[in-house]
């Protein structure tokens, strides 16, 4: 087990694991108790429209994705807001639109694609240093975002009709909450591919919230638990010689399901 | 509908001037008036989708109205706001959301802090004090997915009490309250009406008008004279079927032919 360690790779891949699962569990905890599961989802997937533009104008399909994933997160929240019907069915639109309009700009752009399933599938076994460095940059301003708006993003999760009356600008925290999630996907990207982003986000904050009832320590476990998942999930894939982005989902969902049980024998008496 | 006026009357709290409002610009409220003065205690009536929650929505800002003015401690309602204690129907709340009944508490004191800003100890010296004031101070730490629906809305009483309100506006109170708890919050209502206005709109109309000092019907048109008795008139002008109930005085049918025949209104 040690001797893997050697590889440079695979150091890389323990510390894309640890930096990613910082910012699943805060923003996964936003994101699970605010029930923005959805659009979440369609942020990751609209993402991929960002690869696409970085391959056919050539610059970084990384840069891309933050500009594309930050755009959709403002556009649907936009929706979210602003609409009072169908919000789900333009986001879902927006969802499909974005990955459609990256694979398009991926056809049209001319020779080897090298690592596009990378993007879809996740590649955290060739994380370069250089990846790593955004990500611990990405950690460090979701953290101050979070520690400064604590308050005002605690109030909008938990009754924004009393933050409003209280003069909180909900509309700006809420934005700002979603391109942090924007910052996240695009993190997760590298590890789990766009397409299993979700499942990284919001299980760990999920299982967390079953055994704590405060914010702040569900944040912390359900960092924790990320590191244990990616971790376990890497190590099976390089012992197992399967796909690490799958393997650290079906782990994550395993768990999950594990939780579910375990919450069901500790909780025999029936709901009030 | 109009206020009954006397010569001495009360610094005007709330003012409600020929309010209409609604959604997409279908109107659920029509030509409302109202008149809160201090230390009134009023229950408004009124069936569900009669526009009560909307009425709530407009006096917070939360919508704006379509025609017509309110005013809060004569300002308007994004300045005057910060004079309300609001507190909303309870089962708007996730049940497990990880929150303690301290930080709900301490969300009274969000208006008066900037962005940026830390709660400050004179801050939790008031929300200690609310939360005394309601019972609640004892169970601070606990997470509010283990109070009962009594225990809950009196950490929300203590929230809307944190914001140092000249009023309070409470939304559906004994919703989620069983009969002999709701007596108890209802006691707690009244001591704090000693010192603060009260309003709160409710369908439960045998609760409420033992309660409050005032009480109006509420369905599209607001029917509220300042007495404390609900006639029969109000109430078939309301719900748009007789009700039956004890007659105080002589009922008479002024508002039965304005009584609309139009659908009911959804929200």
């Given amino acids: ?14 510390m894309a694991g640890i930096l990613v699962s ?16 959805f659009i979440s989802g369609g942020i990751a997937h609209a993402a991929y429209g960002g690869i696409g533009l970085g391959y056919f104008f050539k610059f970084s399909p990384v840069l891309g994705a933050i500009i594309f ?11 979210h807001r602003k609409t009072r019907q169908r919000a789900d069915t333009i986001i879902g639109v927006m969802w499909a639109v974005g990955m459609a309009l990256g694979i398009i700009l991926v056809d049209l752009t001319e020779g080897y694609k090298a690592d596009l399933m990378s993007y879809l599938f996740g590649s955290i076994l060739a994380v370069p ?14 953290v ?20 409003t009356v209280e003069n909180v600008p909900v509309d700006a925290i809420y934005m700002i909450l979603l391109c942090m999630i924007a910052f996240t996907v695009v993190m997760m990207m590298r590890v789990v591919g766009l397409i299993m982003v979700i499942a990284l986000l919001t299980v760990p904050a999920a299982i967390s919230g079953q055994f704590v009832k405060n914010m702040k320590k569900m944040m912390v476990l359900a960092s924790m638990l990320g590191v244990v998942f990616t971790t376990t999930g890497l190590w099976l894939s390089y012992f197992l010689n399967l796909t690490s982005g799958a393997t650290i989902i079906l782990v994550s969902g395993a768990a999950y399901l594990l939780s579910m049980a375990v919450k069901l024998l500790l909780h025999r008496r029936p709901k009030f | 509908m109009r206020h009954v006026e006397t ?12 309010l209409w409002a609604g959604y997409d610009g279908e109107p659920i409220l029509e ?13 408004l009536i009124g069936p569900n989708g009669g526009g009560k929650t909307t009425l709530l929505k407009v006096l917070l800002g939360l919508i704006p109205p379509m025609r017509g003015e309110v005013r809060i401690m004569g300002k308007s309602v994004e300045e005057g706001r910060r004079y309300i204690g609001y507190i909303p129907q309870t089962v708007e709340f996730d049940r497990d959301f990880p929150i303690s009944v301290w930080d709900v508490a301490r969300m009274g004191r969000l208006g008066r802090r900037r962005l940026l800003q830390r709660y400050t100890a004179e801050d939790d010296d008031i929300v200690a004090e609310a939360l005394r004031s309601v019972d609640m101070l004892n169970l601070r730490d606990r997470p509010i997915a283990e109070l009962s629906g009594g225990q809950r809305q009196r950490v929300y009483i203590a929230r809307a009490l944190a914001t140092d309100p000249n009023v309070l506006l409470l939304d559906e109170p004994m919703a989620s309250v069983d009969p002999r708890v709701s007596a108890s919050i209802y006691e707690l209502l009244r001591q704090l009406n000693e010192r603060l206005t009260i309003l709160m709109v409710s369908h439960d109309m045998s609760a409420i008008s033992s309660h409050v000092k005032t009480v109006g019907c509420l369905n599209r048109w607001l029917f509220y004279h300042g007495g404390k008795q609900l006639t029969p008139d ?8 007789p009700i039956d109930l004890i007659a105080h005085g002589i009922p008479h049918r002024v508002f039965a032919e304005h009584a609309p025949e139009e659908e009911e209104v959804q929200q």
């Fill in chain 1, 1 to 14: 087990m040690i001797e893997a360690l050697q590889f440079g790779f695979m150091r890389n891949a323990l």
């Fill in chain 1, 22 to 37: 910082i910012a699943c569990g805060i923003i996964g905890t936003f994101v699970v108790i605010k029930r923005i599961v």
């Fill in chain 1, 69 to 79: 994933s930050v755009a959709a997160a403002l556009g649907m929240g936009l929706v």
């Fill in chain 1, 129 to 142: 240093s250089t990846d790593l460095l955004i990500m611990l940059a990405l950690d460090l301003v979701i």
């Fill in chain 1, 144 to 163: 101050a975002l979070v520690m400064l708006l604590y308050k005002e993003l605690l109030a909008i999760s938990f009754d924004e009709a009393f933050a």
């Fill in chain 2, 7 to 18: 010569t001495e009357t009360p610094r005007e709290v709330i003012s409600v001037r020929h």
């Fill in chain 2, 31 to 43: 030509d409302i008036n109202l008149s809160v003065r201090e230390l009134d205690f009023i229950g």
């Fill in chain 2, 234 to 241: 109000m109430l078939e002008a309301a719900y748009q079927c």
